[in-house]
């Protein structure tokens, strides 16, 4: 009997994974993330983008186009040396990031967005902060999944190209966003355990000091902030310790279900203290957005049961509305005022 319990209970989980999509609200909240991290980069660097950018710019082209040729890769931007291409090319990735953020576009503008997210990384590689290296994994696995169902200006394309697209490739939805939203889990998972034994075999990470090293350079510093950190012995012991703790077992966090919402929250909290502290605003939300898959299933709840509340709050603001209206329309008052008329003594009788 429990043989055949076993047996129909891989029976049924392989039912539900290849027809129901998980974490559609996580992947739609990691696509939107994204894009706004692409977006802010275009716009932070808007001013200096010909200095940083641009053919004449800082990064000698020469120099560019032989590391783009040596490491036989892509950048549109090394496709010519006009100053109206460059314009061009980096206000339309200005505009895709953008579209992306907003959910206009699809699965084909997110792909684009990607070629031009690549294509302005490899220009000028000094900015980058880490957030670039996984932007550029977990992009191609979000195309396998349905991340434009939420957060997303609804355009009817999908819809009929739904319609007029074979069965059998329709059934492949599920099991193909099931496989995006596993491949990007496994990658967060690895990108936290390697870095957690990486930091093992420092010195200065066992020996519980290497806060105190890090916050004082002055690059990952936030003055007034940090050094009342490093200062106490006991914070930088703590938070040397618990960072190494965390990312060597995240991913057991992650296996349980009960303990998947409280790991990913953790998780959040540990880059927003990196964006703030250390300044890398880049890599933190990056890293914040694929944590947001394994968030879906609280993130849907919350959302629930903060639907009737979120409608008696309309419900208050369109009644005020109407009393607005109706104080503002004198006929409407007097109609109000005038009392209703009385039953005569005939209609009475």
């Not at 559609?24 to 980069?41: K, Q």
């Not at 496989?179 to 420092?202: D, F, N, P, R």
């Not at 959040?268 to 957005?289: K, N, P």
Request: positive net charge; contains cysteine; charged residues 15%.
């Amino acid at each position: 009997m429990k043989r055949v319990s076993r047996l129909l209970g891989k029976s049924q989980l392989l039912d539900k994974a290849s027809s129901h999509h998980v974490s559609v609200l996580g992947v739609s909240g990691t696509r939107l993330v994204l894009g706004f991290v692409g977006f802010m980069y275009y716009a932070s660097q808007y001013g200096d983008r010909r200095y940083l950018f641009g053919p004449q710019g800082v990064f000698p082209w020469q120099e560019f186009t032989n590391k783009v040729h040596e490491a036989d890769t892509f950048s549109l931007y090394a496709f010519s040396t006009s100053g109206v291409w460059f314009e061009i090319v980096f206000h339309t990735g200005m505009l895709m990031a953008l579209a992306v953020t907003c959910g206009v576009g699809g699965r084909f503008g997110l792909a684009v967005h990607w070629v031009f997210l690549w294509s302005i990384y490899q220009r000028q590689p000094v900015l980058l902060d880490g957030g670039d290296n996984l932007a550029y994994l977990v992009i191609p696995m979000l195309l396998l999944t349905r991340c434009y169902d939420r957060f997303a200006f609804p355009s009817g394309l999908a819809r009929k190209i739904a319609l007029r697209t074979p069965s059998v490739m329709r059934s492949l939805s599920a099991p193909l966003h099931n496989l995006g939203v596993l491949a990007i889990a496994t990658q967060i998972c690895l990108v936290y355990v390697v870095s957690g034994l990486y930091k093992v075999q420092g010195k200065m990470w066992q020996d519980g000091t290497a806060l105190f090293y890090v916050l004082r350079v002055s690059e990952f510093s936030l003055p007034g902030v940090s050094d009342l950190v490093y200062e106490n012995d006991f914070l930088v012991f703590l938070g040397t310790y618990s960072t190494t703790i965390f990312l060597v077992y995240f991913p057991l966090g992650i296996l349980v279900p009960r303990l998947r919402p409280w790991a990913a929250v953790a998780s959040v909290g540990f880059h927003v203290s990196i964006g703030v502290l250390m300044g890398l605003t880049s890599f933190a939300l990056t890293m914040i957005a694929c944590d947001l898959i394994f968030l879906s299933g609280a993130l849907s709840a919350a959302i629930h049961r903060s639907a009737p509340a979120v409608q008696r709050l309309k419900t208050f603001g369109r009644n005020r509305r109407e009393l607005h209206d109706d104080s503002a329309d004198p006929a409407r008052v007097l109609a109000r005022a005038e009392p209703a008329a009385e039953p005569s003594a005939t209609s009475s009788r």
